[in-house]
């Protein structure tokens, strides 16, 4: 059996990812960018390569050419969450949508189309890396579907309907029939569409924002992870073989950040590795997809608090995703194979897919969503001299908001006023979990009250 068709075997960090998008962008066909070697000095160091350490580098660079700027990461650009996630760019800062329903339901419509554009904003960030600076990610504006099993889900799904229609903008409540001549999948009682949301290749939205990166001017070393971090007026960061200091540092480590040293104490306990799971199947036929009434090629996300996720890639692999949310103690990164959830996720795949039960998984990969416990991100200056910068805990729904929090990042140390709609994300520090063994007990009771919330 070919390497690519097992599922992961090693830790997180090893050779191979097991990702069909970290494979179709080629990362871990190229040579990794050389690592950090020896003592050096930097204005601006930023530690992590995904889509928040990527946009906050790129736009500190173009706003500040004249500093030196250096981004280390642990492993490959975009081998965390951004290179493995669903692809899906949505609306909203998770934390906003009750406020957006709220001001809708009191009749303040001009506030709440606010705080949708406002938390909606990294999509227009992402398609102007698109359509005017060349990122190439397969960018692809698509109708969303999300799916309603019970009838407390349509009943969510409605008053969503009611804050896009006072928003102005179109969705449309699908019922079973009329959904299945979207896309034929059994289960659902209806779906409701969801507009201004696009499907990306995310490893490739990773590897494109590199490129604008390192042409800005950003010094970018692979390899490298950050053991040790000290704080001050100067921040010392150490790795394997070299050493950084630098007046201000940027932590794009999101769901990693609890593993970095013990003197960030203000962060430790407050964002979250949760496991998810994906897999991927053999390309489709046209006939195959045309079958499945899924010539629209819109993805699917169901409301329970572990959904399913499912879509087709460019080369029209049904990916499929979600239902897990595993916390390990400690926040350990598990990858084992046979993990349980690929097979939970096969066996959905054969239900939702009946006729696909000749097409292969090929594809099997783990992922961290960095969430808080509030399931509210943080984006701010942190620590004794606030210079440190910390954005994350998006909570499932980074790959907008990570974007956005990259600019807003910038924003912050350029000293420029900062919409008032960003209040509730802004220098706040997300409540701070007990510690173990109490903190892996809250997640397995919080985890059973969640699935007996999804059943109702
Ligand atoms: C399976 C899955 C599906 C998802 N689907 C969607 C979706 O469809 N839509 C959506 O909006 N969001 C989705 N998300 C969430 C989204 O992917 C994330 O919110 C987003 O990618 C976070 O980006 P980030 O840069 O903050 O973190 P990451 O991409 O995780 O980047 C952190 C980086 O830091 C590096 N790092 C960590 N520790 C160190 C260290 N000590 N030294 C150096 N480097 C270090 C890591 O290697 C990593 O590259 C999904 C997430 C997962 C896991």
Not at 59 to 70: K, T, Y
Not at 141 to 159: C, F, M, N
Not at 210 to 218: E, Q, S
Not at 410 to 427: C, H, K, T
Request: proline residues 5%.
């Amino acid at each position: 059996m070919d390497e690519r068709d097992r599922a992961p075997t090693g830790s997180f960090f090893g050779p191979r990812s097991h990702c069909h998008w970290i494979e179709s962008a080629g990362i871990e066909d190229t040579v990794p960018l050389a690592s950090l070697q020896g003592d050096q000095a930097a204005d601006v160091v930023i530690v992590g390569g995904g889509y928040t350490g990527l946009s906050a580098a790129l736009h500190l660079a173009e706003s500040f050419p004249e500093r030196r700027i250096v981004l280390l990461e642990g492993a490959r650009v975009g081998y965390g969450a951004s290179g493995r996630n669903c692809g899906l760019a949505l609306p909203f800062i998770t934390g906003a949508e009750e406020t957006v329903h709220d001001l809708v339901d009191e009749g303040r419509i001009d506030e709440a189309r606010k705080i949708f554009e406002a938390t909606s904003a990294g999509i227009g960030i992402i398609e102007e890396f698109v359509t005017k600076r060349g990122v190439d990610c397969e960018w692809e504006p698509v109708e969303s579907l999300y799916g309603a099993i019970t009838a407390r889900h349509q009943a969510k799904l409605e008053r969503e309907q009611r804050t896009y229609a006072a928003l102005g903008l179109e969705a449309t409540w699908l019922p079973e029939n009329a959904l299945r001549q979207r896309i034929d999948v059994a289960g659902y009682r209806g779906a409701l569409t969801v507009p201004g949301s696009t499907m990306i290749n995310p490893a490739k939205l990773a590897t494109g924002l590199l490129g604008l990166v390192r042409a800005a001017g950003v010094e970018v070393h692979e390899e490298s992870p950050v053991v040790d971090i000290t704080a001050g007026k100067t921040v010392h960061v150490r790795t394997p073989r070299g050493s950084l200091r630098a007046p201000m540092l940027v932590l794009g480590t999101n769901a990693y950040t609890h593993h970095l040293g013990q003197n960030l104490g203000f962060l430790r306990g407050r964002v979250f590795p949760v496991h998810s799971f994906s897999i991927a199947s053999a390309p489709l036929t046209d006939t195959q997809v045309a079958a499945l009434s899924w010539g629209g090629r819109q993805p699917f996300v169901d409301v329970r608090n572990f959904f399913d996720v499912f879509r087709l890639t460019a080369d029209n692999r049904v990916l499929l995703s979600g239902g897990g949310g595993f916390f390990y103690y400690g926040g350990a990164a598990m990858d084992e194979k046979g993990h349980r959830d690929y097979a939970r996720l096969e066996s959905r795949f054969h239900q939702l897919f009946p006729a696909l039960a000749d097409v292969p998984i090929t594809h099997r990969w783990a992922g961290h969503v960095g969430t808080t416990l509030d399931m509210t991100p943080t984006i701010g200056a942190f620590g004794p001299d606030q210079n440190i910068l910390f954005a994350g805990g998006y909570t499932g729904h980074g790959v907008t908001v990570a974007v956005l929090a990259g600019r807003l990042l910038r924003d912050i140390v350029a000293g420029e006023p900062i919409d008032s709609a960003y209040d509730f994300v802004l220098n706040r520090k997300p409540p701070r979990a007990p510690g173990e063994p109490l903190t892996s007990l809250g997640f397995a009771l919080f985890t059973r009250y969640l699935r007996w919330d999804d059943a109702r």
